[in-house]
């Protein structure tokens, strides 16, 4: 004990920094330490020294030793006669030996060493495999001979301060007590990556909580009862469904069944910790066991859909969907307090739903006034293993998770590892030690926990349902299960993996092993176990025989934020006029063209602002930009909330937006939008506008579940090019377009797509409007090609001025947004105006007898073929502008067309043959054209061939393109065409 009391005195009272002020002096002068201490200094490395910091506090910058002086000697005691003596001081004890120490010290830093490697590497030896196959390797990290101790030393007792943490009570144990517990703590069922976080706290808060031990008397009775309770009804469901429902793909949780009682442990954990919504979102296996175990969907509902049945009442149309891609929602009672749970709808493409389901969370929250804390809404995502490993989009959802436009107080990620993916292994699968690495990215907290232990499981999930309360932080909880089937019930998985089945096979479930322990523990019979079982099996057959005449009566999705709105496939009428006074748009006018008198805006913002006051000053030249505002602003006022992100999105790519002004002198944020009038009662609603990570897939995503969660703000997401949502392409598909039939799940998103042929190249010019064409049908969608600020104005309020919601795809301008002709004035705005489909022609012709062509188009090219027709002085080709081209207005297209019974009509566009709007409007066209009765009933295409690139990249080579299918249209020759005729 001589060492230890040694050590003990060195890192005590007065003497605590004593070690790290020798190492601080040594550092600065070799020379000035005791020789004693320099091999124990020169054999320290790296991680020694911040093992050491760890345990003392101490900062390791190097620094000069300084040798305080003697203190002055104590005055004479009051009352003492001059010259009188001072009581003798007590002789201050020997200076500790330092041979002594250093040997104590050496013994203390190299079990910290150990302690330490524990905590960063002890997962590696975790037995978190439940079939016994992934048998972990003997890693020398946590060898104490590695660390000098041989077997003479492992009952010696070793100083170790503050460095055990909570492990072990006192300052000393024997190094077989350390290895005790250090193993108990990080190499049981749960294994813990924590020390990869830079942030002290929280890296502090998981170790207490993993070393304290406490979760392995945590549970008492009833919550033991509890989980075996959860573990019943989650596999007597899916038993229920194998033996009613053979060989039907249900993608079941067998091998997984803890899943359930960590999905109870996360909500009921932050129930009680003031959450009111939780918003899951989960790809297909194990979903029909959430759906009824967790959500509380009725049995008989689930088994109704077994049978074939609809989801959604007769009266609403749709597809519909498979039943494991469906979701619902419900209000549950959790520690005395109503919390609503809903399951977000999804397709097969796994991990697509992730930010759907943050954007909902991020709006709950929003619509709670959670703006600063945000604790109030829970995003809780279900993951496969290979899923999480494999797709990129699990790193855009993490990525976003602390930006300022899209953080929701943190997200919990439960990984359901099924150690394969369809048949792939994890060699095969991810290039990482698990699965779940991608999440050290954005310093999450991961812990992997055997799925074959429910209170290992359950313990881990409060605890980061905890952690997400205390830190506003993802945390990541991979249970390592395993899938008793193959990828469905009717797959042979053994194909593939024949010696994981076989051990599969000769697995007890998770339940029956469970209920095993607790028989041993005194805590439920055996008797009462099969009685529980039996008796959800009974329930779950009643609900079986109840399906056969369920039927949903009613839709539960326009209710809370949706009430008032109609239901899905439900839109008909013509729109209502979304024009303004006057004095609003003045009022909103003003707002965009001021800044604060201490505002230091940049000179060329300046210009543009006295330019916006000049515009509405005189009412006309309202370019795109200030149309956008001026729809924005009268919505404010009106109530209603607008949210933009995109990347760039606050100055607009173009540097046509300027919504967020910044001082050029302290870079303060202004936003004049925000500052109409103040806010409150008779104030206005805020404009939030985002520039956002350099993601696409993740943050359309997002903006789409923030729609879904808030009808009542206006939603938007702005491509930088047109082409970028390329790769957004799944969220475009699985949601937006098709989300509404499938799942009656409506939206009113609004996506801005830079479109426009301008020499540009391949990249920079088509927003591929022909893909979005392609997928609209049954009103699902809106796509636009506006030509004029005033319809873009109106375009974006009917988006909250309809009593319905659909998405809307605006093919937006690039070089329109500063052109001469390609503006509007503020009549055009005004009380009684509308959005227009269709734009006839404006010019005065001499008469509709005399037009002998008409060319139809959409966007830019129509101030192309203006300017071209006004240049050669033609006065018998008339120009009309489909603004909006689905859905399709056949009706308002008549009109504008039936005078000119004699004329020939054209289609124009600048996009290649095979791309843009031609073979959407070919036959359309052609419909109304024969309804009519003209002479010509075929359009005639004008425009560039078919390609297999959307434009060239070589600017001469463009302009000859150009001009060739605008004179084309106009039905002129070339300059030699004519010459040589």
Same mark, same amino acid.
């Given at each position: 004990?001589?060492?230890?009391?040694?050590? /003990?005195?060195?890192? $005590?009272?007065?003497?605590?920094?004593?070690?790290?002020?020798?190492?601080?002096?040594?550092?600065?002068?070799?020379?000035?330490?005791?020789?004693?201490?320099?091999?124990?200094?020169?054999?320290?490395?790296?991680?020694?020294?911040?093992?050491?910091?760890?345990?003392?506090?101490?900062?390791?910058?190097?620094?000069?030793?300084?040798?305080? %002086?003697?203190?002055?000697?104590?005055?004479?005691?009051?009352?003492?006669?001059?010259?009188?003596?001072?009581?003798?001081?007590?002789?201050?004890?020997?200076?500790?030996?330092?041979?002594?120490?250093?040997?104590?010290?050496?013994?203390?830093?190299?079990?910290?060493?150990?302690?330490?490697?524990?905590?960063?590497?002890?997962?590696?030896?975790?037995?978190?495999?439940?079939?016994?196959?992934?048998?972990?390797?003997?890693?020398?990290?946590?060898?104490? #001979?590695?660390?000098?101790?041989?077997?003479?030393?492992?009952?010696?007792?070793?100083?170790?301060?503050?460095?055990?943490?909570?492990?072990?009570?006192?300052?000393?144990?024997?190094?077989?007590?350390?290895?005790?517990?250090?193993?108990?703590?990080?190499?049981?069922?749960?294994?813990?990556?924590?020390?990869?976080?830079?942030? %002290?706290?929280?890296?502090?808060?998981?170790?207490?909580?993993?070393?304290?031990?406490?979760?392995?008397?945590?549970?008492?009775?009833?919550?033991?009862?509890?989980?075996?309770?959860?573990?019943?009804?989650?596999?007597?469901?899916?038993?229920?469904?194998?033996?009613?429902?053979?060989?039907?793909?249900?993608?079941?949780?067998?091998?997984?069944?803890? !899943?359930?009682?960590?999905?109870?442990?996360?909500?009921?954990?932050?129930?009680?910790?003031?959450?009111?919504?939780?918003?899951?979102?989960?790809?297909?296996?194990?979903?029909?066991?959430?759906?009824?175990?967790?959500?509380?969907?009725?049995?008989?509902?689930?088994?109704?859909?077994?049978?074939?049945?609809?989801?959604? %009442?007769?009266?609403?149309?749709?597809?519909?969907?498979?039943?494991?891609?469906?979701? !619902?929602?419900?209000?549950?009672?959790?520690?005395?307090?109503?919390?609503?749970?809903?399951?977000?709808?999804?397709?097969?493409?796994?991990?697509?739903?992730?930010?759907?389901?943050?954007?909902?969370?991020?709006?709950?929250?929003?619509?709670?006034?959670?703006?600063?804390?945000?604790?109030?809404?829970?995003?809780?995502?279900?993951?496969?293993?290979?899923?999480?490993?494999?797709?990129?989009?699990?790193?855009?959802?993490?990525?976003?998770?602390?930006?300022?436009?899209?953080?929701?107080?943190?997200?919990?990620?439960?990984?359901?590892?099924?150690?394969?993916?369809?048949?792939?292994?994890?060699?095969?699968?991810?290039?990482?030690?698990?699965?779940?690495?991608?999440?050290?990215?954005?310093?999450?907290?991961?812990? &992997?926990?055997?799925?074959?232990?429910?209170?290992?499981?359950?313990?881990?999930?409060?605890?980061?349902?905890?952690?997400?309360?205390?830190?506003?932080?993802?945390?990541?909880?991979?249970?390592?299960?395993?899938?008793? &089937?193959? &990828? *469905?019930?009717?797959?042979?998985?053994?194909?593939? /993996?024949?010696?994981?089945?076989?051990?599969?096979?000769?697995?007890?479930?998770?339940?029956?092993?469970?209920?095993?322990?607790?028989?041993?523990?005194?805590?439920?019979?055996?008797?009462?176990?099969?009685?529980?079982?039996?008796?959800?099996?009974?329930?779950?057959?009643?609900?079986?025989?109840?399906?056969?005449?369920?039927?949903? *009566?009613?839709?539960?999705?326009?209710?809370?934020?949706?009430?008032?709105?109609?239901?899905?496939?439900?839109?008909?009428?013509?729109?209502? %006029?979304?024009?303004? $006074?006057?004095?609003?748009?003045?009022?909103?006018?003003?707002?965009?063209?001021?800044?604060?008198?201490?505002?230091? #805006?940049?000179?060329?913002?300046?210009?543009?602002?006295?330019?916006?006051?000049?515009?509405?000053?005189?009412?006309?030249?309202?370019?795109?930009?200030?149309?956008?505002?001026?729809?924005?602003?009268?919505?404010?006022?009106?109530?209603?909330?607008?949210?933009?992100?995109?990347?760039?999105?606050?100055?607009?790519?173009?540097?046509?937006? &300027?919504?967020?002004?910044?001082?050029?002198?302290?870079?303060?944020?202004?936003?004049?939008?925000?500052?109409?009038?103040?806010?409150?009662?008779?104030?206005?609603?805020?404009?939030?506008?985002?520039?956002?990570?350099?993601?696409?897939?993740?943050?359309?995503?997002?903006?789409?579940?923030?729609?879904?969660?808030?009808?009542?703000?206006?939603?938007?997401?702005?491509?930088?090019?047109?082409?970028?949502?390329?790769?957004?392409?799944?969220?475009?598909?699985?949601?937006?377009?098709?989300?509404?039939?499938?799942?009656?799940?409506?939206?009113?998103?609004?996506?801005?797509?830079?479109?426009?042929?301008?020499?540009?190249?391949?990249?920079?010019?088509?927003?591929?409007?022909?893909?979005?064409?392609?997928?609209?049908?049954?009103? *699902?969608?809106?796509?636009?090609?506006?030509?004029?600020?005033?319809?873009?104005?109106? #375009?974006?309020?009917?988006?909250?001025?309809?009593?319905?919601?659909?998405?809307?795809?605006?093919?937006?301008?690039?070089?329109?947004?500063?052109?001469?002709?390609?503006?509007?004035?503020?009549?055009?705005?005004?009380?009684? !105006?509308?959005?227009?489909?269709?734009?006839?022609?404006?010019?005065?012709?001499?008469?509709?007898?005399?037009?002998?062509?008409?060319?139809?188009?959409?966007?830019?090219?129509?101030?192309?073929?203006?300017?071209?027709?006004?240049?050669?002085?033609?006065?018998?080709?008339?120009?009309?502008?489909?603004?909006?081209?689905?859905?399709?207005?056949?009706?308002?297209?008549?009109?504008?067309?039936?005078?000119?019974?004699?004329?020939?009509?054209?289609?124009?566009?600048?996009?290649?043959?095979?791309?843009?709007?031609?073979?959407?409007?070919?036959?359309?066209?052609?419909?109304?054209?024969?309804?009519?009765?003209?002479?010509?009933?075929?359009?005639?295409?004008?425009?560039?061939?078919?390609?297999? $690139?959307?434009?060239?990249?070589?600017?001469?080579?463009?302009?000859?393109?150009?001009?060739?299918?605008?004179?084309?249209?106009?039905?002129?020759?070339?300059?030699?065409?004519?010459?040589?005729?």
């Amino acid at each position: 004990m001589a060492g230890v009391d040694l050590l /003990q005195t060195a890192f $005590s009272g007065a003497n605590a920094a004593y070690l790290a002020d020798l190492y601080a002096r040594w550092v600065s002068d070799p020379g000035s330490v005791d020789p004693s201490f320099v091999a124990l200094f020169e054999a320290m490395d790296e991680e020694a020294k911040a093992v050491l910091q760890d345990a003392s506090g101490a900062s390791w910058a190097p620094r000069r030793f300084e040798i305080e %002086p003697p203190p002055p000697p104590a005055p004479p005691a009051k009352g003492a006669a001059p010259g009188t003596k001072e009581p003798a001081r007590p002789i201050p004890a020997a200076a500790p030996d330092p041979r002594a120490i250093r040997a104590a010290a050496d013994d203390s830093l190299r079990a910290m060493q150990l302690v330490r490697a524990f905590r960063v590497r002890g997962h590696l030896d975790a037995r978190l495999d439940p079939l016994g196959l992934q048998i972990p390797k003997p890693h020398a990290d946590l060898d104490p #001979a590695t660390y000098g101790f041989g077997p003479g030393d492992l009952d010696r007792p070793i100083y170790l301060g503050r460095a055990m943490g909570s492990l072990l009570s006192g300052d000393s144990a024997s190094m077989n007590q350390i290895l005790g517990a250090l193993r108990s703590a990080y190499c049981g069922p749960v294994g813990v990556e924590f020390m990869h976080i830079q942030d %002290p706290a929280k890296r502090l808060w998981v170790q207490s909580r993993i070393e304290s031990g406490a979760w392995r008397n945590r549970f008492n009775r009833d919550d033991k009862h509890r989980i075996l309770g959860q573990l019943t009804e989650a596999e007597g469901f899916e038993a229920f469904c194998q033996k009613r429902y053979v060989g039907t793909k249900r993608f079941g949780l067998e091998g997984g069944e803890t !899943t359930i009682p960590a999905l109870h442990a996360i909500i009921e954990q932050a129930a009680r910790d003031g959450v009111e919504s939780v918003a899951i979102g989960m790809p297909h296996r194990g979903r029909l066991n959430t759906l009824v175990n967790v959500v509380r969907k009725p049995y008989t509902a689930i088994f109704s859909e077994f049978a074939g049945a609809s989801f959604k %009442p007769d009266d609403i149309q749709g597809s519909g969907d498979v039943k494991y891609h469906l979701g !619902t929602s419900t209000d549950v009672e959790i520690a005395g307090r109503t919390v609503h749970l809903s399951l977000q709808p999804n397709p097969s493409h796994l991990e697509a739903v992730d930010p759907v389901v943050v954007g909902k969370v991020r709006a709950s929250q929003d619509n709670a006034g959670d703006t600063q804390n945000r604790r109030s809404a829970l995003g809780v995502l279900l993951h496969g293993d290979a899923a999480f490993a494999g797709q990129g989009l699990v790193y855009e959802t993490m990525a976003m998770s602390q930006l300022i436009g899209y953080r929701t107080g943190g997200t919990i990620h439960l990984v359901v590892n099924n150690q394969i993916g369809f048949t792939t292994v994890s060699a095969h699968a991810y290039s990482g030690l698990y699965c779940t690495d991608v999440a050290k990215a954005v310093q999450c907290p991961i812990l &992997h926990v055997n799925g074959d232990e429910p209170e290992a499981v359950v313990f881990c999930a409060q605890l980061c349902a905890e952690y997400r309360q205390e830190f506003g932080a993802d945390i990541v909880l991979d249970i390592v299960c395993y899938r008793r &089937h193959g &990828h *469905n019930e009717s797959d042979e998985p053994a194909f593939t /993996q024949p010696t994981m089945y076989k051990a599969i096979r000769a697995r007890p479930t998770v339940r029956t092993l469970y209920a095993e322990r607790l028989a041993r523990e005194g805590v439920v019979s055996a008797e009462e176990a099969q009685s529980g079982w039996d008796a959800f099996q009974n329930t779950l057959d009643e609900a079986y025989k109840a399906a056969q005449g369920y039927r949903p *009566n009613k839709a539960d999705w326009f209710e809370g934020r949706w009430a008032g709105l109609r239901p899905p496939n439900a839109a008909s009428g013509a729109d209502q %006029p979304t024009g303004v $006074s006057d004095d609003t748009l003045q009022l909103v006018g003003r707002a965009l063209g001021t800044v604060p008198s201490d505002f230091n #805006a940049n000179p060329k913002i300046t210009r543009q602002l006295e330019a916006k006051l000049a515009m509405m000053s005189s009412g006309e030249n309202i370019d795109w930009a200030t149309g956008e505002a001026l729809a924005f602003g009268t919505l404010l006022l009106e109530g209603h909330r607008v949210r933009l992100s995109g990347e760039d999105c606050q100055r607009g790519t173009f540097s046509q937006r &300027h919504a967020v002004l910044i001082d050029q002198v302290n870079q303060n944020e202004y936003v004049p939008l925000n500052n109409i009038r103040s806010r409150g009662a008779g104030g206005q609603a805020g404009i939030e506008i985002y520039n956002s990570l350099l993601s696409e897939f993740g943050v359309l995503g997002f903006e789409y579940g923030y729609s879904l969660a808030d009808p009542k703000s206006l939603v938007l997401w702005e491509a930088q090019f047109g082409d970028f949502a390329n790769g957004a392409q799944v969220i475009i598909d699985q949601f937006i377009a098709s989300g509404e039939s499938k799942w009656l799940r409506a939206s009113g998103l609004v996506l801005l797509l830079p479109h426009g042929y301008e020499g540009q190249g391949p990249e920079h010019s088509s927003a591929r409007l022909e893909r979005y064409l392609q997928l609209c049908a049954e009103d *699902n969608i809106q796509v636009c090609n506006i030509t004029t600020p005033a319809n873009y104005f109106h #375009a974006l309020r009917r988006q909250l001025k309809r009593d319905y919601r659909k998405p809307l795809v605006v093919m937006t301008p690039k070089s329109l947004l500063r052109h001469k002709l390609a503006v509007s004035t503020l009549a055009d705005m005004e009380a009684g !105006t509308s959005f227009r489909t269709v734009i006839g022609e404006t010019d005065e012709l001499g008469g509709d007898a005399r037009v002998r062509r008409v060319v139809l188009c959409s966007g830019k090219v129509y101030y192309d073929l203006v300017a071209e027709r006004r240049e050669r002085g033609l006065n018998d080709v008339a120009i009309a502008r489909l603004e909006q081209i689905y859905p399709f207005d056949d009706a308002e297209l008549a009109r504008v067309l039936a005078p000119y019974t004699n004329a020939e009509v054209v289609w124009c566009q600048e996009e290649p043959e095979n791309m843009g709007s031609w073979s959407f409007v070919d036959r359309r066209i052609e419909a109304v054209l024969r309804r009519l009765g003209l002479k010509h009933n075929r359009p005639v295409y004008a425009g560039r061939v078919a390609a297999a $690139s959307p434009a060239t990249g070589l600017a001469r080579t463009h302009a000859t393109e150009q001009a060739a299918l605008v004179r084309d249209a106009l039905g002129v020759r070339a300059e030699a065409d004519e010459r040589a005729a």
